[in-house]
């Protein structure tokens, strides 16, 4: 199988723009055949969608199968939008049962049903019973192809076992250990297996202390299990703690992929399945929702500076610092609330540490505005003479960036709680909210302080 190096993926891109054009498929496919589905997935993404419909077709169901599996949702859809029922059954029976329940859960309900009868019985239910679990779980993200057995078989029967599954499983990395309830007990490694002797039983060889997770727990939080304690596999219980699937390391990057894709997406107030739409009338109706808030926001900043009116006539000086006080806000909102947002999806702050935290910000953010605030005095002082204006715009500047920084990081632990993702508080709706606080805040302590710098 080859690998595309990236100096060589866009002269293969082009190569296959060629050939789409000129209907060549023979030398499509003699150039995608030996590819990794990867490689191939990454190929399809930058092509259109016209090319993407052209040249799926053409790969073995196989191949095209594992392809599927590599891509993003919304080109998934695109592509299996003209493939036949029958094709994409023959597409789902060659997945593991986790990709396969992640298509099927994309399709329409008719065509879904339609798929779920043609494929055999056995994956068909495998399918069924992971479609019952929300999407984003642990028992949504796990696969029913794992090897495990009772603690009163022997390595040998273990062994015979492994065999049993070598077509479905192409890496087993560990053996699960039930009771005839089939309640996990504990695990065994291919290691221990191969260094004991055939007729010892399982239960002399078996390591019960292991990590496992409930189905319902949230795919996010299974990640930081997998990178906090280092793990490969890990089992997945119900609540009566029978063994019922297990999560490897590729779904986990996968994850972890997903959420920060996500995440940034959201940074910007888009969409992630934005990314990979060509209509530029659905991209537009997904950002418009957010540009409008900042849109509305910015119009109150507005009439907040009018109602001020008479102190900028009175003293035009102050408007020139105006941008200052906007941008130190929303800069400080956006840090401090990126921080908070980082360290809730890596586990680092936890929910209940939010006062911790909260503290740490105000005493960070209280620290920052003394700098600033020192800076803004001197240069007011120096450049129109004035260091009592000096004094009560750096003293403004202090407490916009002081309000910034603390509602920057609180507001994020506040979605948490609120079950939100913190990453909705960043972009437009912080930045907005600072502009208007910050100007309201710089507008009424200087129009107050007037007697005392004229």
Sequence with gaps: ???????????????????????????????????????????????????????????????????????????????????????????????????????????????????????????????????????????????LEFVSVKNKSTVNQTIKAIRRVRKKMKTVHTIWVTNDDEKLL???????????????????????????????????????????????????????????GQITIDDIIDVVEEEASEDISL??????????????????WVRLPWLMVAFVGQLIAAFIIQQFEGTLVQIIALTFFMPVIMAMGGNSGIQSSIIVIRGLATGEISVESTWRRFFREFRVSLFIGLIFGVIMLLVVGLWLGNYMMGLIIGFALNLVILQATLFGGLIPFLLKRADIDPALASGPFITTFNDILGLLIYLVLITASIPYYL
């Excluded at 599927?68 to 094709?87: F, G, N």
């Excluded at 593991?96 to 994956?123: F, T």
């Design 1 to 143: 199988m080859k690998f595309i190096s990236e100096n060589d993926f866009a002269e293969i891109l082009s190569s296959i723009r060629e050939l789409i054009e000129k209907k060549n498929q023979g030398a499509l496919l003699n150039l995608l055949i030996d590819l990794h589905p990867a490689d191939i997935a990454d190929l399809l993404t930058d092509l259109k969608k016209d090319e993407r419909k052209y040249l799926f077709p053409l790969l073995p169901a196989e191949k095209a199968s594992a392809v599927l599996t590599e891509l993003d949702p919304p080109i998934v859809d695109q592509i299996l939008e003209d493939v036949s029922e029958q094709r994409l059954s023959t597409l789902v029976d060659k997945m593991d049962s986790d990709d396969a329940a992640d298509i099927i859960s994309e399709l329409p309900d008719e065509v879904a049903q339609s798929v779920l009868e043609q494929i055999p019985d056995e994956i068909s239910e495998d399918v069924k019973e992971l479609l019952l679990y929300e999407e984003d779980t642990a028992g949504g993200i796990m696969a």
């Design 186 to 244: 504990g695990s065994v490694s291919l290691t221990d297996l191969v260094l004991a002797k055939g007729k010892t039983l399982i239960s002399k060889i078996i390591n019960k202390d292991i990590k496992y997770v409930y189905t319902d727990m949230d795919q996010e939080e299974v990640a930081i299990f997998f990178r906090k304690y280092d793990l490969v596999t890990l089992p997945v219980v119900n609540s009566s703690h029978q063994l019922v």
């Design 267 to 284: 940074f910007a107030g888009a969409s992630d399945e934005e990314l990979q739409e060509d209509s530029f009338l659905k991209i537009s």
